[in-house]
């Protein structure tokens, strides 16, 4: 029991590398987002970090469920998917808030959502648990899919 523990602490703890990354990528974020046009619809900057916090824990939660009941070896391509999304997700914030181009956070954005899909019907196959874990995640990154390119559009001389 004691391992179990452990494991799913290291696969929580290794998903939030990304996390980090990401945010240390975008030092400025806070104040460039505030300074853009932004649709109504969209949430306010404060709600991104406890949501993003959630969604890294599912996320690692059914990855470790993934690694738990078929290891690296028997799970190889599903695990290669994850740790692919993950480096998309992390990215997305270079494009957006250090490299200020909305094209580049677009196209970016977009093959982080076909990772995500392909990661979670994958890990569906494999454990219909850990896929439905992953539903909350490609619902928010459709979202930020639509609400990158509904800033870009608004904001042409920022992005």
């Known amino acids: ?14 998903t939030s590398l990304a996390a980090i990354s990401g945010a240390v990528t975008a030092k400025e974020a806070a104040r460039f987002y505030g300074l ?11 709600l991104f970090g406890p949501a993003w916090t959630v969604l890294y824990i599912v996320m690692a939660v059914a990855a470790w469920r993934i690694w738990r009941e078929h290891g690296f070896d028997g799970a190889r391509g599903e695990l290669i998917l994850y740790f692919i999304q993950l480096v998309l997700n992390a990215a997305w914030s270079w494009f957006f808030f250090v490299k200020h181009t909305g094209l580049g956070a677009t196209i970016e954005v977009s093959f982080m959502l ?3 899909i392909a990661t979670m019907t994958a ?10 874990l ?5 619902m ?20």
Do not use: H
């Not at 029991?1 to 290291?10: A, F, N, Q, R, Y």
């Not at 890990?123 to 439905?132: E, I, K, N, Q, S």
């Not at 459709?142 to 904001?155: D, E, G, I, K, M």
């Open 1 to 14: 029991m004691k391992s179990t523990w452990i494991s799913l602490t290291v696969w929580i703890v290794g």
């Open 134 to 138: 992953f539903v909350p995640y490609v």
């Open 123 to 132: 890990f569906a196959l494999r454990d219909p648990v850990a896929g439905l």
């Open 114 to 116: 076909t990772a995500v």
């Open 140 to 159: 928010w990154v459709s979202f930020a899919t639509a609400l990158t390119v509904s800033v870009w559009r608004r904001n042409p001389t920022l992005l």
């Open 36 to 46: 853009l046009e932004k649709p109504r619809w969209a949430p306010p900057a404060w």
